[in-house]
């Protein structure tokens, strides 16, 4: 490893967890959940999936995963203009879809452990958090996401619920994250659903899915600081799941228009 690269250097935009990198890899806090989505992430690789980092073990004093480091950038916020455009929205439908089918046949086992619980219908392995800042952009548009502790077993429109939420964006009037007008809003939902491949009942289903996540959301929030996690306790203090839940609200009072708008 060149000498430039024998130092851990600190990574920007970790809302939860501390991530470094060293050379080519990136070192993350483990969890309870590591070993089952460092499995998922093998199974990623043997099914020839490109959009997600290898799992290369852990340190030698077992507190942290080793993973590739998955070069381009990272969709933080303030976010680029490329990220909120058409072309990428339709390329994290069509990278979201191709992660789903690469791990639908996932071997589950008794053992396995998840960070959020599974939904039924489990039809695929979602993400859980498959946003802009888990997404790595080339070129400006989505190649690869990263940050896999939040997988679990659930629905493909569990999944592609909360992806719209962030990259339509799906927000409120206000919201600090960016908004649109509701027609608009509608009309690259539209596109995404399309870009997935959603079925017409899963489109019927997708605006009122979303409010679900959401509520999900901020219920997962409540109970990890209510179990003592300092970075969820301060999501809290910040006012995280107020944005959420308006937002939700946001949602619900469009569902309507926004699921005629899928059925086109």
């Not at 967890?17 to 989505?37: A, E, I, K, S």
């Not at 009309?187 to 997708?206: H, I, S, W």
Request: hydrophobic share 40%; glycine share 8%.
């Amino acid at each position: 490893m060149p000498a430039e690269n024998d130092q851990e250097v600190l990574l920007t935009g970790g809302g939860v967890n501390r991530v470094t990198r060293l050379g080519d890899t990136v070192r993350r806090p483990v969890g309870p959940w590591t070993p089952t989505v460092h499995r998922l992430l093998d199974h990623l690789a043997a099914r020839g999936f490109a959009g997600a980092p290898r799992a290369h073990g852990l340190t030698e004093d077992g507190t942290r995963e080793v993973l590739d480091f998955v070069p381009g950038e990272v969709g933080h916020y303030p976010l680029p203009p490329y990220a909120r455009s058409d072309d990428s929205l339709r390329t994290v439908g069509r990278l979201l879809r191709a992660l789903h089918d690469a791990d639908a046949d996932f071997p589950r086992r008794p053992e396995d452990v998840w960070l959020l619980p599974p939904r039924e219908p489990a039809e695929v392995i979602c993400h859980g958090d498959a946003a802009t800042y888990n997404c790595v952009f080339r070129d400006g548009l989505p190649a690869a996401f990263i940050d896999f502790d939040t997988a679990h077993p659930g629905p493909r429109v569990w999944d592609v619920a909360y992806t719209a939420y962030r990259f339509v964006p799906l927000h409120a009037p206000g919201s600090d994250e960016g908004t649109l007008p509701p027609a608009e809003q509608g009309r690259r939902l539209r596109l995404l659903a399309e870009a997935y491949g959603l079925t017409a009942d899963e489109r019927a289903a997708l605006a009122h899915t979303v409010v679900d996540r959401l509520h999900a959301l901020v219920d997962f929030m409540t109970e990890r600081a209510a179990a003592g996690d300092p970075a969820f306790a301060r999501h809290l203090a910040d006012g995280h799941h107020r944005l959420y839940l308006a937002d939700a609200e946001y949602t619900a009072a469009h569902a309507v228009d926004w699921t005629a708008e899928l059925g086109k």
